[in-house]
């Protein structure tokens, strides 16, 4: 009778990744602070040999389950990760998870993932945040769920998203402007072009052009903080003798714009409208009329996708978008705060 076939050994696997048993042994079962390298060449040995763990004298199923998910997030303490953080808390609590927050560093080497899967996490929400792709392929490697909420680019890899109607916003921001009577149209935005920024424009452009064919809208790039004089110079150039409506990328933006413009003797709404997009807590008391997106709720369904993914449940749709809603108030000529009816 044929010998049985020889049984792919931890020393196997070490050998083909180049590495001692020890760490091979250490890297498979999640433990230990290694390079990216490191753990990438002795989970790609052990697949390749189909090296089975729990199958060894010594090996067992790790406890992979803790009811944690992680929230990697790019910064704290802005209104928007704070409601990122409320929603997803809130909703994980109800579903019998806990949360860890888990801050992405600038370094591009960041190990997070490996992190992650030293906690043995349940599933990442990754918020604001754009995985490279070596990161996605070790949490991959672990086998973590991930979900992407608000992703700022395409990725190469198919994974489950949030997001917000971003293009009805800018649709519904644009028909907005041209009902109120505005002539002329200029969309405000950072130097970064970001996935949902360019939602944004899109649909106001498609809206000016459906509204009032034959007009035009104006690129005008600015910082999110502190706008530069030559595009305070723009938007004045492009209001002189005709009423401008603006769509500002963000709320900061829009604020800051309607500072700079007053402050230059252009008056809002009469000679300018302005129109933000996220109904910033911190500056609804400048009036601004904005898109508000459901940031907690977003959130919300971003954690109830990682359970279902980690239960192994059917998700039809890999990308989910929640509405938006335009919230008229005195930056575009409303006598007050109201919600402007689709």
Known sequence: MDAAPRRTSLRDVADAAGVSPGTASRVLARRGDYAPATRRAVLDAAERLGYDRTSTP???????????????????????????????????????????????????????????????????????????????DLLAGFAVPAVLLDPQAETDVALASVGATNHQGGLDAGRHLVAQGYEGFAFATGRLRYRFGRARE??????????????????????????????????????????????????????????????????????????????NPRLRTAALTTVRQPIAAMAARAVELVDALRRGDPVPHRHVELPTELIVRRTTGAPGPRTLER
């Open 58 to 136: 010594r090996g067992r199923k790790p406890h992979t389950d803790p009811r944690l998910i992680e929230l990697v997030i790019g910064g704290v303490g802005n209104p928007w990760s704070n409601e990122v953080v409320t929603g997803a808390h809130e909703r994980a609590f109800e579903l019998g998870y806990d949360v860890v927050l888990t801050r992405e560093r600038d370094d591009p080497a960041d190990d997070w993932p490996a992190r992650i899967a030293e906690r043995r996490s349940s599933g990442v929400v990754l918020a604001l945040v754009t995985p490279t792709r070596r990161q996605l």
């Open 202 to 279: 899109r649909g106001f452009r498609e809206a000016v052009a459906l509204e009032l064919p034959g007009a035009t809208v104006d690129l005008v790039d600015a910082e999110w903080s502190g706008v530069s004089r030559a595009a305070v110079e723009r938007l004045l150039a492009l209001s002189d003798g005709r009423r401008l409506g603006i769509f500002a990328f963000n709320d900061d933006l829009a604020a800051i714009l309607a500072a700079a413009l007053r402050d230059a003797g252009r008056r809002i709404p009469e000679d300018v409208g302005i129109v933000g997009f996220d109904d």
